[in-house]
C-alpha cells in the first residue's frame, strides 16, 4: 500500500490552509498533528510532527497536519493565540467530514500542545467526542487559566533536557492536574529529540494501538 500524504487545500478562518491527508482503509481512528511556534520556524514538516504522523498512521490512524495562517501556503497573519486553535478546529471539520463517527485523536508538539490542548477543551465544552490527547514538549504557560479537558485520555511527553520549554514549567503543570493522565520524562533529551526520534515513536505507538 503506497504510504504517503495527499496536499489538500481547507478553508480556515482567516484564509486557506494547506494541508497533508493521509487516507487508509478500515482505520481505527483519525489524528490532528499540530506543529511548533510558527514565529520561530515551526510548521507542519517539522520533524518532530512528521514522526508523530507516521506513528499515528503506522497505527492504523488516518492522519492530517496542517499549516496555521500565515505559514507556508496558508493564509492570513500570525495570531500566536487562539486564531491557530480557530485555525486546528477549521482542519478537524474538514477531517471529520471526510471521515464521519472515526474515533478522534490530537497531537500537538511544543506551541502545538497548547493548540490540541485548547482543541480538546473546546470539543468537551460542546459534548463533543474525543478519545486521546497527546502534548509533546508541550507550551503550557500559553494554558494558565484555560480549562483542561477531562474525558478523553492525555499524556503529556516531556525531554527533561529541553532547551526551548521550560522542563519544571511542565512537571508543575502535570502536578497540578486534577485529571488523570501520565507524564512521560525523556532523559537526557532535547526539545526537537535530536536522535530521540524513534524513542518518541516508542513512546506514541503503544498508546494508540
Known sequence: MLKREIPISIEGPAGVLEGLHYD????????????????????????????LQRTARDAGYITLRFNYRGVGGSGGSHDMNTGEVDDAEAALRWLQEQHPGLPLTLLGFSFGGFVAAALASRLEQRNESLQRLFMVAPAVSRLDGMPMAERC???????DADEVIDPASVYAFSDALERPHELLKVAECGHFFHGRLVELKELVAPRLS
Do not use: E, F, Y
Not at 482503509?25 to 514538516?45: E, F, Q, S, W, Y
Not at 485520555?153 to 525531554?159: A, V
Open 24 to 51: 487508509q482503509p478500515d482505520a481505527r481512528g483519525v489524528a490532528l498533528i499540530c506543529h511548533p511556534n510558527p514565529v520561530k520556524g515551526g510548521t507542519m514538516l517539522n520533524k518532530v510532527v512528521s514522526t
Open 153 to 159: 485520555s492525555l499524556s503529556i511527553i516531556q525531554p
